[in-house]
């Protein structure tokens, strides 16, 4: 079945600096890959997303990024501010609809 | 949209008891799904639907966890006889239909067994 690889499994960078998460799928039909921000307590949220046909995407100060050859994908945060303090996941499809969610980051951002 | 509502919140039980987790997904939505999330594990998928029908329960781990859609609004997890090695918290998603993929998640059921 699918594999979600994910790190680092923490992360901790200075306020305005930029962070960068990496997972790597072993499913070569996937081509769905979202990413989701986990505030402690709270239930995961959608915040970017990517299907296959597409390399790169950007929203504000995010951006994530898709390398179908390598089966890999990354979430690109730029500007980092205190609330972006989360732990973050990122998922692939398998089969249908099933999203396997790799084991998730967290994220520290230092003031 | 209320977006998807799960309750209880919070569930302390004892071990031999049987819990049943609710679940309402976003009105329109033809596919639901239960996660549960644990430190060790992380966030693990048990069972989704689509148009109340049980595609895939791989997931479920064993006999003890059952889950039901009578309706396109409403399911339920129910574990019974509930152990302590069930303790996490359980997420219930849903999503437009098959093509869209992108999953909404509920606030979540924290789940204690002593």
């Known amino acids: 079945g699918e594999n979600v690889e994910q790190h680092p499994s923490t992360l901790s960078v200075q306020e305005g600096d930029s962070a960068v998460i990496k997972c790597t799928y072993s499913?070569?039909?996937?081509?769905?890959f979202p990413w989701y921000k986990q505030e402690l307590g709270k239930r995961p949220q959608l915040i970017i997303d990517?299907?296959?046909?597409?390399g790169e995407k950007k929203d504000q100060r995010i951006a994530v990024t898709l390398n179908k050859t390598a089966k890999h994908f990354s979430l690109h945060i730029t500007e980092t501010q205190p609330e972006d303090s989360a732990v973050y996941f990122c998922?692939?499809?398998?089969?249908?609809?099933?999203?396997?969610f790799g084991q998730g980051t967290r994220l520290t951002i230092n003031p | 949209d209320a977006g998807v509502i799960q309750s209880p919140r919070h569930e302390v039980t004892e071990m031999g008891q049987e819990v049943t987790l609710r679940c309402k997904p976003i009105?329109?939505?033809?596919?639901l799904f239960w996660y549960r999330q644990t430190m060790m594990r992380g966030l693990e998928l048990l069972i989704y639907?689509?148009?109340?029908?049980?595609?895939?329960d791989s997931g479920m781990p064993e006999d003890r966890f059952s889950a039901k859609m009578p309706n396109a609004s409403f399911s339920t997890l129910k574990i019974q006889p509930s152990e302590p090695r069930d303790s996490a918290v359980y997420f219930c998603a849903s999503n437009l239909d098959s093509s869209k993929n992108i999953q909404y998640f509920g606030a979540g059921t924290r789940l204690s067994v002593l």
């Open positions: 009105s329109g939505h033809n596919s």
């Open positions: 990517i299907r296959s046909n597409v």
């Open positions: 499913d070569s039909a996937s081509n769905y």
């Open positions: 639907f689509n148009n109340n029908v049980p595609i895939d």
């Open positions: 998922a692939a499809t398998w089969g249908a609809q099933k999203l396997v």
